[in-house]
């Protein structure tokens, strides 16, 4: 995975500020999928945690001139459990923050997440969306995007080949249904099978 050492520099203060602030989170998207094997580069990384607004201003605070970061657009985050973005001034890199909205699906994947080592020169341990919540993950985005985007579609081909018959296909199953995306799970089976 290409810039993992900006990915850690990006991702530290914001691990230990949520670490201080007992905040659950775990990483998601790309970064997870690269994890899981399914290689791309990327400029952000997706955190989900159950954030709410007590946190914002002590996070701000933690955080420092390092980081931009619009305290308003974290409260409505929060309000509307959508996401906010920070961005890491010394490595122009992304945080997204997407704020749990504490379905099934959420409490799950949160309970689910896998302690892992992200980096090259320096290494930070975060917990890691399983590769089954993150596959279900990326096929609700692939649907929120009118089933489009081809790189989402190929990072969850890429995860579930490489997860082969170790994939918990049970819990995928219920995790797609309970997000309306079971006929997208359906046809990547048909695709791997």
Known sequence: MNGTDDIVAALKAVVEAFRSLKVLYFVGGSVA????????STMDV???????DEHVKPLLEFLGDDYYASQSAMRE??????CFNLIHYPTSFKVDVFVSRDRPFDQDSLSRAMMGEIGLQTKIVVPIASPEDTIVSKLEWYRLGDESSERQWQDVQRVLQLLGDRADRGYL???AYSLSVEDLLERLLQTLD
């Open 77 to 82: 985050a929060v309000r509307r459990k959508s």
């Open 173 to 175: 199953k219920r995790a």
């Open 33 to 40: 999928s690269s994890l899981h094997g399914a290689t791309r």
């Open 46 to 52: 997706d955190l989900v945690a159950k954030i709410a």
